[in-house]
């Protein structure tokens, strides 16, 4: 199994530029999650989705938009990017009612706005 | 809301022990959960511990879990240079026994030294 698959590994946007992140998983995961981390904070949550077609707001949600469309694919858009962006971005998924085992991440994106 | 603090590093030799350290702010956590993060790379989960037990072993870990004082730590055995890394604390939030999400402290940069 890949388990969580991101893409792209590297950006590098301008100003005012959009991009989407994609996420899938490939192990019937109900939920996933969308975090970004920079140096020294830890992981905020941005977004997360507890099904298709649910998505909900996490810590820090502006700027960002989500959709779950299939219970695979957890795309996150990036609206007119800003250097506040610029960060590293992780996807995951668990399993319901399967708390034991965590979550499942991906690789990561490193995004940077100048 | 809920708080995961960790210390941001930690340096030890080669064969000694390390252990690190957290404190977490909500009572009511069922599940408590270290992941590790290597260079570039995802974070993955190490162990985890349930509320009811004190303590967990697996190979070289050592979960320890005070509930009165909120704190969990993380004991390696034999650090090896393979070890450094950075090592996440994650408490389970809500009590909803199917979603489940993860509060993230800042993470501790474990480095070790030949």
């Known amino acids: 199994n890949a388990g969580v698959t991101q893409t792209p590994k590297f950006r590098i946007l301008k100003i005012g530029q959009s991009m989407t992140l994609q996420c899938t998983q490939d192990?019937?995961?109900?939920?996933m999650y969308w975090y970004r981390q920079d140096p020294g904070m830890g992981l905020k949550l941005i977004y997360y989705?507890?099904?298709?077609?649910?998505?909900d707001k996490g810590e820090v949600p502006n700027g960002y938009n989500v959709s779950r469309s299939t219970t695979e694919d957890f795309p996150l858009r990036l609206e007119l990017a800003a250097p506040s962006q610029t960060s590293v971005y992780f996807c995951?998924?668990?399993?319901?009612?399967?708390?034991?085992?965590?979550?499942?991440f991906g690789s990561g994106t490193r995004l940077t706005v100048v | 809301g809920e708080d995961v603090e960790q210390s941001l590093f930690l340096s030890v030799r080669e064969g000694d022990s390390s252990v690190i350290n957290c404190t977490y702010t909500?009572?009511?956590?069922?599940?408590l959960y270290w992941y590790k993060q290597e260079p570039g790379a995802g974070l993955q989960l190490l162990t985890y511990?349930?509320?009811?037990?004190d303590m967990k072993q697996d190979q070289r870990l050592t979960v320890l879990l005070n509930k009165k004082d909120k704190h969990l730590s993380l004991r390696i055995a034999d650090t090896q240079t393979g070890d450094s890394a950075i090592y996440f604390c994650?408490?389970?939030?809500?009590?909803?026994?199917?979603?489940?999400?993860?509060?993230f402290g800042t993470g501790t940069r474990l480095l070790v030294s030949p």
């Open positions: 909500d009572s009511s956590s069922t599940y």
């Open positions: 511990i349930f509320s009811n037990m």
């Open positions: 995951a998924s668990s399993q319901s009612g399967v708390a034991n085992y965590g979550y499942t």
């Open positions: 192990m019937n995961h109900n939920y």
């Open positions: 989705s507890v099904g298709a077609g649910i998505t």
């Open positions: 994650a408490e389970r939030e809500g009590r909803n026994t199917g979603f489940q999400k993860l509060v």
